[in-house]
């Protein structure tokens, strides 16, 4: 199944503003957490601990994307997120599923790895192998009627089955970073899909690499 | 190709200045292996590896950690020692399951069962887990549900 399937729901290209970066998104998944701003046409957190959460409810089978503009510096330490089938959203106990690409510190080099976020209680459930990012990057996640996808550039890098939150719900982006992280997203897609099969018994046939070569 | 049983521990590294949790032997394969899991009562997964001989073998010496020496889940327990059914119980046990449960639905020797009926059979129930900040722990307090993946899932994700 090809990766992106839905569109772009923002652009980005506008006037500093934020956050949130527009009336589209609430701040934030995690209402802990700081939110994101709009920053010269490219979405940036407005604190090391951010999100902004895409305001409509969407059903089930889920994607969100976006595309890479910034990279973490040379010394930074962080991760940017992605988030699907959020539940309790923009409220201290989120729960859903989280796309997290972890930069270890040295040039943009890092992992991919899928948690589940059981109300503040995060359960990994997929790490990826070594690798690095480039400018321009397409990065997202899909949960495949159960199946939690993870892909790159339209290549899916990890993927894990997981029903717990395989329900309604809401997507969103962020990140979670030291000072020196640097992140910034553009042209943001995302939606929902019509053929939910809440059946774990029919679900696509798994690539279940728990890590991958980069 | 391997079975295991094994806990999940705790990770505070990652996360929004709240606990990770991730299962031992799923960090303990490498690059190029294979792995799938389920996660069971217990603060523990049933978790299926391929990797080398040297890694499976290192995974089986994980604390905590049971190696189920059956591939498939046809196969028959008619083989294991008194100590290897005994031991199946006792994990079963420990993971919360009653001795009436287990008595229930393995009323016979558990040689005359297969690896699927015992896995199937631990991956019953689960529990959601949540993270209590006030006492920092992450804890398993929440009523039973079905796991968030299946054993036949698993079993089939690769061979």
Redesign the interface.
Request: charge should be neutral; include cysteine.
């Given at each position: 199944m090809p990766f992106p399937e839905t569109p772009i729901i923002d652009t980005c290209v506008r006037s500093n503003t934020g956050p949130p970066p527009s009336a589209d998104w609430i701040s934030s998944v995690d209402s802990d957490h700081g939110g994101m701003k709009i920053v010269s046409n490219q979405m940036a957190p407005d604190a090391g601990v951010a999100s902004a959460m895409w305001i409509p409810v969407l059903t089930a089978k889920q994607e969100i994307y976006f595309t890479l503009k910034a990279f973490p510096s040379p010394s930074g330490v962080g991760s940017f997120e992605l988030h699907v089938n959020v539940q309790n959203g923009d409220t201290p106990t989120p729960s859903g599923y989280i796309m997290r690409f972890w930069h270890s510190g040295t040039g943009g080099a890092g992992q991919f790895e899928l948690d589940r976020n059981d109300a503040g209680a995060m359960t990994r459930l997929v790490t990826s192998g070594g690798l690095t990012l480039a400018l321009n990057d397409v990065c997202g996640i899909r949960n495949d009627n159960g199946v939690l996808r993870c892909h790159r550039n339209g290549i899916e890098i990890i993927s894990a089955p997981d029903v717990a939150y395989f329900m309604a719900g809401k997507i969103g982006i962020g990140t979670l970073n030291d000072n020196s992280f640097l992140f910034r997203a553009s042209d943001i897609g995302g939606g929902s899909f019509p053929d939910v099969r809440p059946n774990l018994m029919i679900f696509p046939k798994p690539k279940m690499r728990a890590r991958v070569e980069a | 190709m391997a079975w295991y049983i094994a806990p999940?521990v705790r990770?505070d590294v990652?996360?929004?200045?709240?606990?990770?949790?991730?299962?031992t032997a799923?960090d303990g394969?490498?690059?190029?292996?294979?792995?799938?899991s389920v996660?069971i009562l217990g603060n523990y997964a049933i978790c299926k590896v391929r990797a080398n001989q040297a890694t499976l073998d290192a995974l089986a010496a994980l604390p905590n950690v049971d190696r189920i020496p059956k591939n498939r889940l046809d196969d028959s327990l008619s083989d294991f020692t008194p100590a290897q059914k005994l031991r199946m119980r006792d994990i079963a046990l420990g993971l919360g399951y009653t001795l009436q449960e287990i008595n229930a639905r393995f009323p016979n020797d558990l040689g005359t069962y297969t690896l699927g009926d015992v896995l199937k059979f631990l991956a019953k129930r689960w529990k959601?887990?949540?993270?209590n900040?006030g006492t920092d722990e992450?804890l398993f307090d929440t009523p039973p549900s079905d796991p968030?993946?299946?054993v036949?899932?698993v079993a089939?994700?690769?061979s």
């Open positions: - | 999940y990770d990652r996360g929004h200045g709240q606990p990770s949790r991730f299962c799923r394969v490498g690059g190029s292996d294979f792995y799938a996660e959601r887990p949540r993270y900040v992450i968030p993946s299946t036949e899932w089939d994700a690769f």
